[in-house]
């Protein structure tokens, strides 16, 4: 694979959210230190999903790229161009660029409002249909794209009425409405049925083909990051310890965090129990990072060295982990 | 029915961090199981948690905690102690991993593998997640709108499946080996129960279905030595 073009850039972007100060208040001033330094560059045309434990910063980094959150530090562009700028008509021009689908169907839409309301929205919040035939007609496109037709069945209805597999492509609907580049998926098949979750796979990735699309996909499933991804990014507490190509990376993972993620998996054929986990302890919170490699009082290879904390470092082609043993270990 | 529960059989519920009471130390929590079953003296009592606790990997001085001072895999662990507290022969875990993380679930899937081995108890573990039961489980069944539809030996429904819903919730999972090949997927959803029809329930939904399907519903049989298949075609399937 060569390195395409990048749409989003990421440099040492660091988000810190102050505990909140309780009735106790024993945490007064102590930050989250939920994104750590992530430095990280979105291909265009490209699946980058980013993968890892609950608490890793995965979301908080993803909703970065939405521009939801403001950094405490670093920056992001898109294209080229500043996407924290503070022209606010240069906002709004990026911002239509850069859609989200969330882990919610449920949540994620407004029950008051049609199916129709629902999609068209981000066209009226845009202002970017001149008129109401316009805009149905548009509606009723996205709506055949995501393969709820005849869409004229579905746009009159309320987000109740479907079932949980239409609800996730009705919010694919509307992120695609507007033509964007980048659409953010959060945990988009999470909490659906097995049964439906292939579905939904299957249509991001002909959506993807078809409109020209780039991802950034966020899972703790490493089967679903593996077959969706073109790159896999691996986080913990706040940085990306592993990025390369998806399968490179789950065949030759070169992290001692990725190989214990990894040797936790249950296999999918029972012929092949495996018993023999690659780590001890459990996540440490992320107020207080461990100094040096945040991994190493987890893992099973630490020594010495690993009190300074290592950088990304190329273990292949395309290949980065970071980690002093690089390929040693493998 | 008040003599079985919790002495012969328990559960572990889904949400462990949900099961707990917050506002109790979780000491007093499985206490209150173990003396609303049967009559023992606060001493043993407390011995007995201790020893659950080991057991389940937790330090037996963290029953003082409240709930909110353990993790969720911690949690999890308490709520697997709290079930085993009056040595029940059957334990009904109910998506015991599905709110855990990977490794976590890991950790969890393994103290109960090994429970169930050191304490020769029987276990039913409900989950739509088929590696979770592709690593524990002996014997499967399959369900589908409210029936079972494949039963038998984990190994030969894993290898061979013969039910059309079994066949294609294999084959819509991503595996971590292996080609990326297209996913198949079950198109349309589950059937209304509340209009049951004559019909094998998942016969809207089944690409092997014909005109009999619509009209008789297959009787779960056996077909083979381990395994029984609700489906009027399984032979059919079998040899494909």
Same mark, same amino acid.
């Given at each position: ?63 970065l790229i939405l521009h939801l959150l403001d950094p405490t530090e670093g920056n992001i562009t898109f294209d080229g161009r500043d996407l924290f700028s503070r022209n606010r008509a240069e906002m ?71 079932? /949980? ?6 919010? &694919? ?6 033509? %964007? #580049?980048?659409?953010? @998926?959060? =945990? ?92 001890? /302890? ?6 207080? &990072? ?6 190493? %009082? #987890?893992?099973?290879? @630490?020594? =010495? ?26 | ?205 089944c690409s092997y279905a014909q005109k009999i399907c619509s009209e008789v519903e297959p009787n779960l049989e ?19």
């Open positions: 694979m060569s390195a395409a073009e990048p749409l989003v850039v990421i440099r040492n972007i660091k988000k810190l959210f102050p505990v909140r100060r309780g009735l106790f208040d024993r945490s007064k001033g102590k930050l989250i230190h939920a994104v750590d330094g992530v430095d990280v560059e979105i291909r265009k045309g490209e699946v980058l999903s980013l993968v890892g434990e609950s608490g890793c910063g995965k979301t908080t980094l993803a909703r709004r021009k990026l911002r239509q660029q850069v859609q989200a689908v969330f882990q919610d169907p449920y949540a994620s839409l407004d029950p008051k409002k049609t199916i129709l309301q629902v999609v068209s929205e981000p066209l009226v919040v845009n202002g970017l249909s001149k008129d109401q035939l316009n805009l149905s007609k548009l509606v009723r496109e996205s709506l055949t794209a995501v393969g709820l037709s005849p869409p004229e069945l579905y746009m009159g209805k309320f987000p109740y009425e479907l079932s /949980g597999g239409q609800r996730q492509r009705v919010a &694919i609907a509307r992120a695609i409405v507007i033509n %964007p #580049r980048l659409i953010v @998926a959060d =945990e988009p098949v999470s909490m659906l049925d097995v049964s439906i979750r292939a579905e939904i796979l299957m249509l991001m990735l002909d959506l993807k083909r078809d409109l020209n699309l780039t991802y950034v996909f966020i899972t703790h499933d490493l089967a679903v990051a593996r077959y969706v991804s073109d790159r896999m990014a691996v986080m913990y507490l706040g940085k990306i310890v592993e990025i390369g190509p998806a399968e490179e990376v789950c065949a030759r993972p070169v992290h001692p965090y990725t190989r214990a993620l990894l040797s936790a998996l249950p296999s999918a054929d029972p012929r092949t129990r495996h018993r023999g986990i690659q780590v001890k /302890g459990e996540v440490p919170n992320a107020i207080q &990072i461990p100094t040096g490699c945040r991994f190493r %009082p #987890r893992c099973l290879y @630490a020594f =010495e060295k690993c009190m300074t904390e290592p950088s990304l470092v190329k273990v292949g082609h395309d290949h980065y982990a970071a980690c002093y043993l690089g390929q040693e270990i493998t | 029915m008040k003599g079985i529960r919790w002495k012969k059989m328990s559960i572990i519920f889904q949400g462990a961090l949900n099961s707990l009471n917050p506002v109790l130390p979780v000491k007093e929590q499985i206490a209150e199981a173990i003396e609303a079953h049967e009559k023992t003296e606060q001493k043993n009592v407390a011995e007995r948690i201790s020893t659950l606790f080991t057991a389940v990997g937790l330090e037996p001085t963290r029953q003082e905690n409240y709930p909110h001072e353990f993790s969720g895999g911690m949690k999890q662990r308490v709520m697997i102690a709290m079930a085993l507290a009056c040595n029940p022969e059957l334990v009904i875990a109910d998506e015991p991993t599905t709110a855990l993380d990977v490794i976590v679930q890991y950790q969890i899937l393994d103290l109960i593998r090994s429970l169930r081995d050191k304490l020769q108890i029987s276990m039913i573990l409900i989950t739509h997640d088929l590696s979770v039961i592709a690593e524990l489980c002996d014997v499967v069944a399959v369900m589908y709108a409210g029936k079972i539809v494949e039963y038998g030996n984990i190994f030969e429904i894993f290898e061979k499946p013969k039910h059309p819903y079994t066949r294609a919730l294999l084959k819509s999972i991503p595996k971590m080996e292996g080609s990326r090949t297209r996913l198949l997927f079950i198109s349309g959803s589950v059937p209304d129960l509340t209009r049951p029809t004559p019909a094998c329930r998942f016969y809207a939904r056996q077909v083979a030595g381990n395994v029984s298949v609700a489906c009027h075609f399984w032979r059919q399937i079998d040899k494909e």
